[in-house]
C-alpha cells in the first residue's frame, strides 16, 4: 500500500469509527443513543488506534494535518510530502463521514434536530465564544502532537513518513487521545486534527441528508486553524527543549 494510500484509508476508518459512535450516541432510535461521553471519547480513541495500526507500516499514521505540519516543522518529516498526505486526510474524511450518513441514513431521518445530525459530522462549542474556542483546540492539539513527538521515531525518506506508529505506537497515541477527549474535550468536542473536522463538514454541506440544517462555515475555521497553529508550536517547543 503506498504512503497515500495508507493515509486515506486509516483516515477513512478513523471517521467512519469516530463519526459512528457520535451517530450511535445522538440520533433517535440507536442501540447506544444517550450512552453518553465516556462512550463518545472511548470510541475515538480506539478508531485512533485501529486507523493507526493500519496505516502505520506504510505512511507513519498521521492521519491528521495538524500532526503532519508538526512533524514537518520539527524536521522529521519531509516537506514534498506533506500536500499529498494532508490531501489523503481531508478525502479520508469526506469518505468516512459519508460512509456513516448511509449506515445510519434511517436514524438521521428519524432525528429532528438539525444540530445533533451536524454533531455527528462536525464538532461545534459547548459555549461559543470563538477566542477560548480557538484556544481549547490549540492547547488540545498542542498536547497531542507535543507528545507524540516523543513517543515516535521518524524515518524521512523522499517516498515515505513514517514516524513509528506501527501496532505497538497505536496504543499510546490512542490513550493520548482518549485522555485529551476526556480532560479537554468539554468546551469544542475536541477537534484536534483538520482532517477531521473539515472533511466531515464538507460532507454535510454536500449529502442530502433529510432536515440537514447549516454547516455552521462561521465556526469552521476555528477546528482548522486551532489544529494547526496547536501542531505548529508543539513543534517549535519541541525545538527548543531539543
Not at 481531508?90 to 438539525?114: C, I, M, N, Q
Not at 488540545?140 to 523522499?158: K, Q
Amino acid at each position: 500500500m503506498s504512503p497515500l494510500a495508507a493515509e486515506f484509508i486509516g483516515t477513512t476508518i478513523l471517521i467512519l469509527l469516530g463519526d459512528g459512535v457520535v451517530a450511535n450516541v445522538v440520533l433517535k432510535d440507536t442501540k447506544g443513543h444517550n450512552s453518553g461521553w465516556m462512550v463518545v471519547t472511548t470510541a475515538w480513541a480506539l478508531a485512533v488506534f485501529v486507523g493507526v495500526v493500519v496505516a502505520g507500516p506504510a505512511s507513519g499514521a498521521h492521519l491528521n494535518p495538524a500532526v503532519t505540519l508538526g512533524l514537518a516543522l520539527a524536521g522529521k518529516v519531509a516537506w514534498e510530502l506533506t500536500p499529498g498526505y494532508i490531501a489523503a486526510q481531508l478525502a479520508g474524511g469526506f469518505v468516512g463521514s459519508a460512509l456513516v450518513w448511509v449506515l445510519y441514513k434511517d436514524h438521521f431521518d428519524r432525528t429532528e434536530e438539525p444540530l445533533l445530525k451536524l454533531a455527528v459530522f462536525c464538532t461545534g462549542p459547548a459555549i461559543r465564544n470563538h477566542p477560548f474556542n480557538l484556544l481549547s483546540e490549540v492547547v488540545g492539539t498542542l498536547v497531542l502532537v507535543f507528545t507524540v513527538l516523543y513517543i515516535t521515531g521518524a524515518e524521512i525518506t523522499s517516498t515515505r513518513a513514517a514516524i513509528g506508529l506501527g501496532s505497538v505506537g497505536a496504543l499510546p497515541v490512542a490513550l493520548l487521545v482518549w485522555a485529551i477527549g476526556l480532560a479537554l474535550g468539554g468546551t469544542t468536542g475536541y477537534a484536534i486534527n483538520p482532517a477531521r473536522d473539515l472533511g466531515p463538514r464538507l460532507a454535510h454541506a454536500v449529502l442530502p441528508i433529510r432536515g440537514k440544517g447549516s454547516s455552521e462555515w462561521s465556526y469552521a475555521w476555528i477546528p482548522v486553524a486551532g489544529p494547526l497553529l496547536g501542531g505548529a508550536l508543539a513543534a517549535g517547543l519541541h525545538l527548543l527543549l531539543g
